[in-house]
């Protein structure tokens, strides 16, 4: 059984997509949008700025959301000084960051919650059976799974153009663009990370 996840929309990271900046804090951060602006998953980022010259204790943020199922996901991220973690779980949405253990400094350290870049069409494994180019945009089109790439369309294809491969995945499977381009990926569903395998 195949289905398909149309991506109309540019994969490049948007690091205040979930959380806009917001000053750290024991407690719950509001979401601002809880889904990547693409169909499909994204791994989580948090970015920290230090604010009043010593940064505070970051203590940790805790993610709940779902998954591509709609199984329930949940990770804990440590905030990296000054610079972006990210989470490890593919997220579809969030439905709640809650911050822990942070204590104040010299001044309110400021955190962003995002998406980084790329849609993950399905988790597990599985297979890629085609990709449809429904626009001619000038950039390419990278699909990849856990072992790296599997196929990349080059860009100015013709809307309307579907290529078939018919390969397996394994681990997820993943697109991405750096343009607006509209694609849609025709593949088998994959499996929730929390079913047991044999």
Do not use: C
Not at 120 to 135: Q, R
Not at 154 to 161: D, F, L, N, V
Not at 163 to 169: G, Q
């Amino acid at each position: 059984m195949n289905k398909s996840t149309n991506i109309a929309a540019t994969t490049a990271a948007v690091t205040n997509r979930i959380v806009t900046s917001a000053n750290m804090k024991v407690g719950t951060y509001t979401i601002a949008n809880a889904s990547p602006v693409w169909a499909g998953g994204a791994k989580i980022t948090v970015t920290h700025s230090q604010v009043g010259g010593v940064t505070d204790t970051l203590g940790t943020i805790a993610l709940v959301g779902k998954g591509l199922h709609g199984e329930a996901v949940t990770e804990t991220i440590t905030p990296l000084d000054g610079t972006t973690a990210t989470s490890t779980k593919i997220f579809r949405s969030i439905t709640s960051a809650t911050g822990a253990g942070w204590v104040i400094n010299t001044g309110n350290d400021t955190i962003v919650i995002g998406v980084a870049a790329d849609s993950y069409a399905a988790v597990g494994g599985g297979m890629l059976h085609s990709v449809i180019v429904n626009n001619s945009v000038a950039a390419a089109i990278t699909v990849s799974d856990s072992s790296g790439t599997l196929a990349t369309i080059p860009a100015s294809q013709a809307a309307g153009t579907e290529y078939v491969y018919d390969l397996p995945y394994s681990g997820f499977l993943k697109v991405a663009t750096t343009s607006t381009n509209d694609v849609t990926a025709v593949h088998t569903p994959g499996v929730p990370s929390l079913y047991a395998m044999a």
